[in-house]
């Protein structure tokens, strides 16, 4: 028999929709602008840990978006002050209790801002969540990327030898650890720190609190400059939740150049694992060097929020047709 139910009951998506009215009065009453983006984009993203979705228009190939990210950038270059989004975006590289592949992800920018106050004022939107379902505000932490590393497994994530990591990450349930640089040395540590952070670090994460993890490697800034005290580090922050990602964040690269650049290190990676590259979207570029105004920016799974704020256990508890059944 065909299973046509929702998977969500009708009071979680009643608490589901109560948060989404009360991210909208939060925006509203701090002065952002709500503003909506193509859900269909002509440039994939060149970062090969996101999977874009492939999507035939006439005779085009296009990509559902990843994130608004880049177009709210272009809007940014054109004036458009602080602004905000809640939108449905589609990732092609997993399907697990946190993830669907088309899902709900808010994201907002503000000019202006150090990533510490952008990190403040995403604590704020959580706990006001928190108390929209009748549950506790939670006090932010936050921590160094290294320094939550050095406390949860005893080593340096930036100068342990590659073979020590390796031995950790198959210690830690990766089945084939490699031993042998894929593109070079930092792809290769970054690939065994990120199996890390998956399947150890991040699930000891913000529990009974919002847990910042600050300051990632340079190698892994993604869009977020480098800190001009230390070029070892990037103004990039995750938050975690009862071992959850639920948010990352940058303090924006406006960089055209340096974009662009790393788009080419991208593809490089991708070349090095058997991934086809992707063409860097030349309208974001072009906008980056028209001037990004300083700023900073987040994404933040708004379903996984909903499964903290409610109590859910599985994302299908808190939308109404996952992907097996849309």
């Known amino acids: 028999m065909t299973e046509w139910r929702p998977s969500a009951t009708r009071a979680r998506l009643a608490e589901r929709a109560r948060l989404v009215a009360a991210t909208r009065s939060f925006f509203e009453g701090r002065g952002l602008l709500e503003v909506e983006t193509p859900v269909l984009v002509n440039a994939a993203v060149t970062d090969r840990h996101l999977v874009s979705v492939p999507a035939t228009v006439g005779d085009r190939a296009m990509f559902l978006h990843t994130s608004p990210e880049y177009a709210m950038k272009r809007l940014l270059a054109a004036g458009s002050g602080d602004i905000w989004q809640l939108c449905r975006v589609a990732r092609g590289d997993e399907r697990s209790r946190l993830h669907n592949p088309e899902f709900t992800l808010l994201e907002w920018y503000r000019c202006g801002w150090s990533m510490d106050a952008l990190v403040d004022e995403v604590a704020a939107l959580l706990d006001l969540w928190m108390t929209q379902t009748g549950r506790a505000p939670r006090p932010l932490i936050r921590r160094r990327y290294r320094d939550a590393f050095r406390e949860h497994f005893g080593l340096d994530p930036f100068t342990t030898p590659l073979p020590a990591l390796a031995s950790l990450a198959q210690a830690a349930g990766l089945v084939t650890a490699p031993t042998t640089p894929r593109a070079d040395d930092t792809t290769l540590r970054d690939e065994l720190l990120d199996f890390l952070v998956g399947a150890r670090l991040g699930p000891a994460l913000g529990h009974g609190q919002w847990l910042a993890l600050t300051h990632y490697p340079a190698s892994q800034a993604a869009l977020a400059r480098l800190d001009p005290d230390d070029a070892s580090v990037a103004l990039r922050f995750e938050v975690y939740a009862d071992g959850i990602e639920l948010a990352n964040g940058f303090e924006e690269l406006g960089d055209a150049s340096e974009q662009a650049a790393r788009f080419a290190a991208d593809n490089l990676a991708r070349r090095?694992?058997?991934?086809?590259?992707?063409?860097?979207?030349?309208?974001?570029?072009?906008?980056?060097?028209?001037?990004?105004?300083?700023?900073?920016?987040?994404?933040?799974?708004?379903?996984?929020c909903v499964m903290v704020a409610t109590g859910a256990t599985h994302i299908d508890e808190i939308i109404a047709f996952p992907s097996e059944h849309a």
């Open 272 to 304: 090095a694992t058997g991934l086809p590259e992707r063409a860097p979207d030349p309208r974001l570029l072009a906008a980056l060097a028209a001037g990004l105004p300083p700023c900073s920016g987040v994404a933040v799974g708004f379903d996984r």
